[in-house]
């Protein structure tokens, strides 16, 4: 069983987020030991915006991915240079659109042609030109859950690569934007390489269309989306960024002084937190046994919405394993974390771990059913 500090657990109200900030600390020097020369990784905040973990991230020397103007402020309240900082999304706000004109922020990953137009006029108001990189859909399967892909055909994220060219003919033609780079997200959670490996070869076969059009990229971004291991977050901590770099480094062929850049979230952030809840009742029912935790959807609303499954724990301990359906008090039944897990025997009061919690938890969390928000307890 994994090692936490149940001593320091005792006078802390449940549930909260514990986060293990010497693993958050290797998984950062792993990133910066194996990402590519050259390359910039920009961490994408919504994983997690808690500002603790921000201001670690930001010392380490990563930028900043942004999909909304709070996250692009907590962002900078953190230590993230503006030109450090890239911000996302198919429905920026003109108040939005503003703020990172106003910053000089690094680059805006833009949607839709009518998105363009508004930060073309935008930035002819405000007397700067804006640095865009167009979000293209590149229809590649990541085969993840489906709320979670994004590279497939027709969906609300970039433009298609069919449309492409035409996009493009309507920024070089527009005063206020320049063209800097083409941005792509394939999707979250993926756990095997091959996507990526589909993705270099439609990048390659864009920049060469390019080329021969005489339009020159100063920047190729390749989102995030490299999963975790969520079934033995013990035996596998830190992600496989060496394979993941590995691969873009190999196959794609970036053109002279051409920047590379990674958007990742949960893989930095997911395996460094965990979800500590106490058990409120065991309930013996007919042919279940429930055990009902204070933490719920609410806390962690990722099994709930995307039927994902999380290793639990119970801390405190030692019995016997048995089953139980590990259940919130949310007046929803989807508001489970899971039913038929294994858990040493277990009582009132027992701590229980909801692992590999760190990437969209705490930075999903809900005041559903009035309650509040999830309290946080930093380990060192
Ligand atoms: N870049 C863009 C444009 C994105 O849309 C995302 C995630 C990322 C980067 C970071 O992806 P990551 O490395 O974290 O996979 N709430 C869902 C995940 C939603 C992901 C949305 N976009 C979950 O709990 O599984």
Known sequence: MSSFPIEAFGGVST???????????????????????????????????????LKL???????A??????????????????????YSGVGKTDAEIRLALSLAIACINVESVAELEVIDAIASECGVVAPVAIR????????????????????????????LHAVV??????????????????????TTLQP????????????DEMELRGVKMDYINVGGGLGVDYEYPDEHPIPDFASYFGTFARLLQLREGQALHFEPGRSIVCQCG????????????????????????????????????HKIE????????????????????????????????AQRGDFIAIRSAGAYGESMASRYNSRQLPGIMLGE
Request: net charge negative; hydrophobic share 40%.
């Open 169 to 190: 003919d309507r920024v070089l033609n527009m005063k206020h934007v320049r063209l800097r780079g083409l941005h792509f997200h394939i999707g979250s959670q993926i």
């Open 57 to 63: 991230i930001s010392q380490s020397g990563l930028g």
């Open 65 to 86: 991915d942004c999909v909304s103007g709070g996250e692009i402020e907590a962002a900078v309240a953190c230590g993230f240079a503006p030109d450090k900082i890239v």
């Open 314 to 345: 119970n801390l405190t301990s030692q019995g016997a394993l048995c089953k139980y359906d590990v259940v919130g008090p949310i007046c929803e039944s989807s508001d489970s974390f899971g039913h038929d897990v294994a858990l040493n025997e």
């Open 136 to 163: 293209v859909n590149p229809h590649i399967d990541a085969h993840t859950h489906h709320y979670i892909t994004t590279g497939l055909s027709e969906n609300k994220f970039g433009i298609d690569i069919s449309q």
């Open 274 to 309: 965990t979800l500590i809840s106490r058990v409120l009742y065991i309930k013996e029912g007919l042919h279940k046994r429930f055990a009902i935790v204070d933490a719920g959807m609410t806390d962690l609303m990722r099994p709930a919405l995307y039927q994902a499954s």
């Open 196 to 207: 990526y490996e589909a993705l270099c070869e439609v990048v390659n076969r864009l920049q």
């Open 15 to 53: 549930p909260f987020y514990y986060y293990d900030m010497p693993l958050l600390r290797s998984t950062l020097a792993t990133v910066c030991a194996c990402r590519p020369p050259g390359s910039v990784v920009h961490y994408a905040l919504k994983a997690n915006s808690n500002a603790q973990l």
